[in-house]
C-alpha cells in the first residue's frame, strides 16, 4: 500500500476516532455516576481527555497493522474500558441498561452532528476534499461503533443491555459468557458474520434514519 495514502487516511480518520472512542467512553461514566457509581469519577475516567481512554495497542497499534495488513479491508480496535461497578448502581438490573446505552448513544448523537457539518460544508460551497472525506470519515466512524457496540453479546454494549432487559435466570445465564466473550465476538468478526449478519444492516437502517431525521435541514439548505 502506498505509503502517502496511508499518511492521508489516518488524517482525516484521526480526529473522528478520537472524538467518537472518547466521548463513547466518557458518556459510559457520566452515566454510571447519574446512577449511583462513582468509580470511574474516582478515577479519572470522566474526561474528554482522549489520553485518558487511548489504549496504546488497541486504539494505535492494532488498527493501523490491520490497515496495512489487510490494504484496508478489515479494522478492528479498542479503547480502555471505563470502569463500571453494576453493584454500586441504584437499581443495577435496571441502569445497566441505560449506562450500556449511554457509549453508543453517543456515538449516534456524533454521527448526526457529522452529518449536519457535511450538510452545512456543501451548501455554503465549502470545496475542500479533506473536510468533507473527515466528515464522512466522522459519520462512519461513528456508524461502526454504534453498531458493533450494540451485539447483543457480553462484553460489548449489547451484550449488557440484554442482560439487563432478559429474565434473571436467563440474564444470569447470558453474563456467564462475558470472560469469553470477547473472543468469539472477535471469531465472528474475523469471520465476517458480524459484519454481514448484524453491522451493515443495523448501520444502513442508522444511516437512512439520520438522513430521515435531516430531511428538514436538507430542505432550507438545499
Not at 479533506?130 to 457480553?154: D, Q, S
Not at 447470558?174 to 471469531?187: K, T
Amino acid at each position: 500500500m502506498d505509503f502517502a495514502q496511508i499518511i492521508q487516511t489516518v488524517a482525516v480518520y484521526a480526529i473522528p476516532v478520537l472524538f467518537a472512542i472518547t466521548v463513547h467512553e466518557a458518556a459510559h461514566g457520566y452515566a454510571a455516576r447519574h446512577y449511583g457509581d462513582r468509580t470511574a469519577e474516582m478515577m479519572g475516567r470522566i474526561t474528554l481527555n482522549p489520553i485518558k481512554h487511548i489504549d496504546p495497542f488497541g486504539t494505535i497499534l492494532m488498527p493501523l497493522l490491520l490497515y496495512v495488513a489487510t490494504s484496508g479491508a478489515f479494522l478492528f480496535g479498542y479503547a480502555k474500558p471505563v470502569p463500571v461497578n453494576f453493584s454500586r448502581l441504584r437499581n443495577p438490573k435496571r441502569d445497566m441498561i441505560w449506562v450500556a446505552l449511554a457509549g453508543p448513544g453517543a456515538n449516534l448523537v456524533q454521527a448526526v452532528a457529522w452529518t449536519v457539518l457535511l450538510y452545512v460544508l456543501v451548501a455554503t460551497g465549502v470545496t475542500e476534499d479533506f473536510f468533507t472525506r473527515m466528515c464522512e470519515a466522522g459519520l462512519l466512524v461513528n456508524l461502526v461503533m454504534f453498531a458493533f457496540n450494540l451485539f447483543p453479546l457480553p462484553p460489548l454494549d449489547g451484550g449488557r443491555i440484554l442482560v439487563g432487559v432478559l429474565p434473571w435466570k436467563q440474564a444470569s445465564m447470558l453474563s456467564r459468557v462475558e470472560p469469553w466473550g470477547f473472543f468469539v465476538v472477535m471469531a465472528l468478526a474475523i469471520t465476517g458474520v458480524v459484519s454481514t449478519l448484524w453491522m451493515r444492516p443495523l448501520m444502513m437502517l442508522t444511516s437512512e434514519a439520520i438522513e430521515l431525521l435531516l430531511t428538514p435541514l436538507r430542505l432550507i439548505l438545499f
